[in-house]
Every structure is written in C-alpha cells, then in structure tokens.
Antibody
Framework: EVQLVESGGGLVQPGGSLRLSCAAS????????MNWVRQAPGKGLEWVSY????????YSADSVKGRFTISRDNAKNSLYLQMNSLRAEDTAVYFC??????????WGQGTLVTVSS | QSVLTQPPSVSAAPGQKVTISCSGS????????VSWYQQLPGTAPKLLIY???KRPSGIPDRFSGSKSGTSATLGITGLQTGDEADYYC???????????FGGGTKLTVL
C-alpha cells in the first residue's frame, strides 16, 4: 500500500525557518517524481514545488522561489521542503504528492504550518 | 486569482447530473493533460480523473472527464450525498514551468 506521511509542521515566527519531511513507503520511491502542494485555511490548492527522480530537475512556484527548497533522499525514501524567510501567507497545510505520468496519484494527509508571532 | 478558472459552486439534487468546467489557455490545458481531484471535508485530495478522461482503479464510472481546446469538464452522474466535496482541476503550465490548479468548485447535493 502506497503511503506518504508528512511531518515537521508547527508554529513558527515570521522570518523563521522550518523543514518538512515526507516519508514514503509501499512503492519504489526512487522511480517517482514528487511534488509539494499547499492549502491555506479555507482556500484552494496551490502547487509549490516539483523534483525529478534524480533531483536533477526542480521547479518552484514564484511565490516561494528563493525561499523554499525541495530535495529528496532516495536512500531514505524521503522528500523534504526547506522553508526559509517564512511569511504569514505561507500558513497552510502542506501535502506531499507522488507524480505518475501526468498526474498526482497519491497524496499524504498533510502537515500544518502556521506562521505567526 | 488562479490560472485555471472554475465556478465557485454548483448544486444539484440526488440522482441528477452535474458538470464542472475548468478554463485555461494554450500554455496549460491546451497543450497538457488535465487531472481532477476530489477533496472531502478535512481530508487530503484524491485523484478522480487523469489524462483528461481516464479513471483510476476504484473510481466509479459516474465520474467522467473531457477536454476540448483550452477547457476541461468534469461530469458526475447519479449524484449522491457522499459526493459533496470540493473539486479541483490541475495541469502543467508550460510557460510558467509550474503546476497549476483551478480555484476549486464546491459541490452541494441538495
């Protein structure tokens, strides 16, 4: 069974940093591209970042470019999102999602990040 | 404002049919595959339709997808109260080099 479990969320002050993790199991992690998607409270889904299987290709939304960094460790079956210079508008539930073909076929349950003083 | 445009809400009675539209441009829907996701309250999104019109295993054929030009449509027939959820379209935008979602449509089954 495919499982994606996010962790690392919490309360952080504006300007602070946080590192999210996504532990993958039930499939060969190294064979799949991965994404982060977020959802602000009461709002819609917003794509955040993409990483290829070998980490050679990375894309990020303009709203996080230069502040957030996606990475992966295929040996540990893990995906990460390093978030720096956090702003109030980054407050959201962050989901990791597996990409298969042209779609996001499995999603984690999400981890809540709250940026507030 | 989302790159892809969806109606904020739709509603229909149980047993009826509803369609949800998703409008984009040549840089996204016009030249890439569209996916649709269902998000029940308090849960993670779930894949409903991929590659414009394909259903993953386990998704009933009451759900269908289509694409024409720069627009896509999700159709749901035989509406059930359990279908009440938010629905999102998604694709890749080649010009932005970014994934893009519609703003979401809240389905109410009256």
């Amino acid at each position: 069974e495919v499982q994606l479990v996010e962790s690392g969320g919490g309360l952080v002050q504006p300007g602070g940093s946080l590192r999210l993790s996504c532990a993958a199991s039930g499939f060969t992690f190294s064979n799949y591209r991965m994404n982060w998607v977020r959802q602000a409270p009461g709002k819609g889904l917003e794509w955040v970042s993409y990483i290829s299987t070998g980490s050679t290709t990375i894309y990020s939304a303009d709203s996080v470019k230069g502040r957030f960094t996606i990475s992966r460790d295929n040996a540990k079956n893990s995906l990460y999102l390093q978030m720096n210079s956090l702003r109030a508008e980054d407050t959201a539930v962050y989901f990791c999602a597996r990409e298969k073909g042209n779609t996001l076929d499995y999603w984690g349950q999400g981890t809540l990040v709250t940026v507030s003083s | 404002q989302s790159v892809l445009t969806q109606p904020p809400s739709v509603s229909a009675a149980p047993g009826q049919k509803v369609t949800i539209s998703c409008s984009g441009s040549t840089s996204n829907i016009g030249n890439n595959y569209v996916s649709w996701y269902q998000q029940l309250p308090g849960t993670a999104p779930k894949l409903l339709i991929y590659d414009n019109n394909k259903r993953p295993s386990g998704i009933p054929d009451r759900f269908s997808g289509s694409k024409s030009g720069t627009s896509a449509t999700l159709g749901i027939t035989g509406l059930q109260t359990g279908d009440e959820a938010d629905y999102y379209c998604e694709t890749w935008d080649t010009s932005l080099s970014a994934g893009v979602f519609g703003g979401g449509t809240k389905l109410t089954v009256l």
